[in-house]
Each structure stands twice: as C-alpha cells, then as structure tokens.
C-alpha cells in the first residue's frame, strides 16, 4: 500500500536554517491531511492538519502546503530546533472511510545545533 | 492537556496465548481506533469505532481480533491466540469526531509474541 510517500527517510538541518519534509499521495480521494512527529518508543504527536479546500495552513514554526494537482504536500519548520530532531510521518484520510489514517513511512529530522 | 493512556507498555507472551490491550481515550471523545507499527515498517490502520461498533476494519483485522468498550472509559483490543507475526507497537487513538478530526495517539503497548 503506497498511496502515501515519504521519499526521503533521513534529513539533517542546521539549527536556525528551515527544514522542509514532503510527502506525496496517490489517491485524490484523500481530503485531510496530518502532520505527526514521533520521538522512539513514543506514540505519534499530532503537529498540524489542512483540509483539501486549503493549500496553506500556519501554526506558529510549522506551515504545511498542500498542492493537490501535484498531489504533493509539505511540512515547513522554520527556524529549526535541535528539538525538532524525530520521525515526522504524514498521513492522509478519505471521506467515508472510518477515519482510517494512512501513513508515509516517516522522515527522521535531524537538526544540528 | 488531556491525553491518550494505554497499558501495558510492555507485553511478552507465547504464540497462541491470548493478549488483551487497554486504553483510556480523551474522556470527551467519541472516535476510537487502533494501528501498528512493525518495527521498520509504517504505522497501519487495524480498526475504527463508534457507538459500540466497528466503523472501519483492515484486511490485518482479521478473526482473531477483537474490539471492545466494556466501559464509559476504556477500549480494549483483543488478539485470540498470538502468531510470531503480530509483534508490534500497537498505538490507541481517539477524536471527536471521524471526518476531518484530528486523532490524537496515546504513547502504545509494545507486544512481542515468542
């Protein structure tokens, strides 16, 4: 199942500089989009979301884009923090599915002091 | 700030023993469910739940797992009889609602089937 691609598994940053993690879908079904960081041996945190009628959501570091007709997204930190450092994995839902997420396999961020 | 629990965080037990897994959704959530993540691999979707019914299942949600709400607080995933292959992190979630909610993880139950 690769209806969501996280093709980068690792990415390392300077401290200050932006960071900048992508994710791509397959299925124009999905109409909700996540953003979830993940520190080992802990469950996912939900970071930020955007709704398929958006194509910019902000939460104070964190913007998330969304470009649907490249059925394309991206999570951007800006300015990066050594305590970003972890897996950030997006997921995507679809209407009438249950709320079933599906998920990328995860880019672990590293953010260099 | 309210918070998804789940116990054990640990589980060893032998292939073919029955596990049972908790968890403690955000009290005024109405929206339950359950994923996995094999070591290395994704976090999957096994199952959703609502008003005491299975909304969505995976094809992973076969017969020997069960969900349940034996309470107005707890939600518990049941594996009958274990295989090798079921080892993983389980991860409970729950929202307030099932379309364009967020689902908040609580911190998982690492099972591991010998």
């Known amino acids: 199942d690769q209806q969501v691609k996280q093709n980068s598994p690792s990415l390392s940053v300077q401290e200050g500089r932006i960071s900048i993690l992508n994710c791509d879908y397959t299925?124009?079904?999905?109409?909700?989009f996540l953003w979830y960081k993940k520190y080992p041996a802990e469950g996912p945190t939900f970071l930020i979301s955007?709704?398929?009628?958006?194509d910019k959501n902000e939460d104070g570091r964190f913007t998330v884009f969304l470009n649907k007709s490249a059925k394309h997204l991206s999570l951007h930190i800006v300015p990066s923090q050594p305590g970003d450092s972890a897996v950030y994995f997006c997921?995507?839902?679809?209407?009438?599915?249950?709320?079933?997420?599906?998920f990328g396999q995860g880019t672990e961020l590293s953010v260099k002091p | 700030e309210p918070e998804v629990t789940q116990t054990p965080s640990h589980q060893v037990t032998q292939m073919g023993q029955e596990v049972i897994l908790r968890c403690v959704p955000i009290?005024?959530?109405?929206?339950f469910y359950w994923y996995r993540q094999i070591l290395g691999q994704k976090v999957e979707f096994l199952v959703s739940?609502?008003?005491?019914?299975?909304?969505?299942k995976s094809e992973i949600f076969d017969d020997q797992f069960s969900v349940e709400r034996p309470d107005g607080s707890n939600f518990t995933l049941k594996i009958r009889s274990t295989k090798l292959e079921d080892s993983a992190m389980y991860f409970c979630?729950?929202?307030?609602?099932?379309?364009?909610?967020?689902?908040?993880f609580g911190p998982g139950t690492r099972l591991l089937v010998l």
């Open positions: 979630a729950s929202s307030d609602g099932l379309v364009q909610e967020t689902q908040y």
């Open positions: 299925n124009s079904m999905f109409d909700y």
């Open positions: 955007i709704s398929s009628i958006k």
């Open positions: 997921a995507a839902s679809e209407r009438d599915q249950g709320g079933k997420l599906i």
């Open positions: 009290s005024n959530h109405l929206y």
């Open positions: 739940f609502y008003n005491n019914e299975i909304s969505e």
